[in-house]
Structures are given as C-alpha cells and as structure tokens.
C-alpha cells in the first residue's frame, strides 16, 4: 500500500459523526505501560508490559447546532464513549477505536477569531484498539443486506477480536449488524456468522463494543451483514482481529 495523507478522514462519537467539526488530531496512542523491572546486575533497563491504555485527542470547531461537536462535548458525561477515527472512507482501511471518558472541553478563542475547543477521550477498561473498518466510512442499509468482505491477508488467527459499532441514523422496528466469515471469500467455504459477533439490535442511534472469546478462531475474510425490519440503517463497522493474544 503507497503512503497516504490524512485527507478525507471521518471522526465518530457515540453514535454521532462529528468529522466536520474536528480541526485536528492531535494524538492517537495506546499500549501498555512499560515497568521498569531493572536488576541491579544489569547495565540497562529491562522493562515489562503493564496496564493497557489509550487516548484519542482532537480540537474542534465550535458549532452549536443540534447533535452538532458543541451539544456532543458541552455536558462532559460521566459515563463511557465510544470514539471511532476511520483513516479515509474506503473499505478496509485502517481505523483507531476506545472506550473512553471525556476528560475535557477546553475552549480557547485566537485573536484571529477562531473559536475552538480541545477534547481529550481517556482509555476506560480496555485501551486502544487499530483495527480495519469493515463499512466505507458510513454505511446505509434499506434492507438486509450482505456487505463486501475486507481481506485480512494472513490466514485465520486465534486470538478472537473486538469491533465497535456506530449507528447514526435509524427507520424501523430494529436492525441487527453482525460479523461473518469466510477462509476463501465464499467461494468453498459458505459465509457464516462469528460466534459472539453480533451487536445489539439497534432501534435508534447508538454505539456499541462487543468481543469474542480471547482464544477464537476468527477466519481470513470478515464482512458485515444485517437483518431485521427497517427501512433505513446508517452506521459504521470497524474491527481488531487480534494477531497476538490479548487480556482486558
């Protein structure tokens, strides 16, 4: 894959796209903590992984418009948010996603005039995860629907995986977004669904992080389908298919 820029890049939270309102990413990390565990026999450190963490932190522009990057951030919730930054909106590109708190809203007023805010979303029980998103940025389902598989290129693994789920906008009784895969694409090996991954059914603008067993055998080629009555389904899919063993 050629470099890239960061042109046309998306920022989800909770459920809501704010891409347009965000100015900058100001930092993406995560992994553990490195504890210095050094012997007094020896002539450099030694170091072992420690709590896992992460944060994402972005600025963004004041707008105070309904379910715009003001009314999302002013109110500071107490309780967890999922923040999901896709790198572009094509389908299988890398994507960063976290559980987080919102730890701040600090406004800052240039005197050029621009008017905006830094907001930092702290890791809360898991960390942050890369992953590959599954849906080309936003997604819109009229009915069930079989999405395009992503190619994970390396055979199947056994460390299971997490994915994390935005649902932006909804019409229907509900919709059910849930994983499935194949080792060849369907062509001898039928599509079938991942064991522990189906998300929630949705009735309304939601997020969502779900996880299979640490230890399960997830397949080369994963894709995102849906079911359920609706006639409109926006949302958007990423997912970490683990290449090593992980512990939450």
């Known amino acids: ?20 309102d965000i100015g900058q ?18 002539s450099a450190f030694e170091r072992i ?41 094509t389908l299988g590109n ?11 809203y600090d406004g800052t007023r240039a005197d050029d005039g621009a008017f905006t805010f830094a907001v930092e979303a702290q890791a809360n029980g898991y960390g942050l995860g890369w992953g590959r998103s599954l849906t080309a940025g936003k997604r819109t389902d009229t009915t069930a629907t079989n999405g395009s598989s992503v190619d994970f290129g390396t055979g199947s693994t056994t460390f299971g995986l997490q994915a994390y789920l935005h649902v932006f906008a909804f019409t229907g009784t ?21 064991t522990g991954g189906a998300f929630t059914a949705a009735t ?27 006639s409109n389904a926006v949302f958007a899919v990423s997912v970490v298919r683990n290449s090593t063993a992980v512990t939450f």
Do not use: C
């Open 1 to 20: 894959m050629a470099k890239q820029s960061g042109l046309g890049d998306n920022l989800y939270v909770a459920g809501y796209d704010l891409s347009g």
């Open 25 to 42: 990413l100001g930092g993406i990390s995560g992994g553990p903590a490195a504890l210095e565990v050094t012997g007094i026999d020896k």
């Open 49 to 89: 992984g420690g709590l896992r963490d992460g944060k994402l932190e972005f600025t963004a522009w004041f707008n105070p418009v309904t379910d715009r990057a003001h009314q999302r951030f002013r109110s500071l919730p107490t309780t967890d948010v999922i923040v999901s930054y896709f790198r572009g909106t």
């Open 94 to 104: 890398p994507s960063a996603s976290i559980v987080a708190k919102q730890i701040n």
């Open 174 to 194: 509900s919709v059910t977004v849930k994983l499935q895969e194949s080792s060849d694409d369907g062509a001898g090996d039928a599509w079938a669904d991942v």
């Open 204 to 230: 309304g603008v939601t997020s969502e992080r779900i996880a299979t067993a640490a230890g399960q055998t997830v397949e080369r080629y994963l894709r995102v389908v849906t079911t359920g009555t609706f």
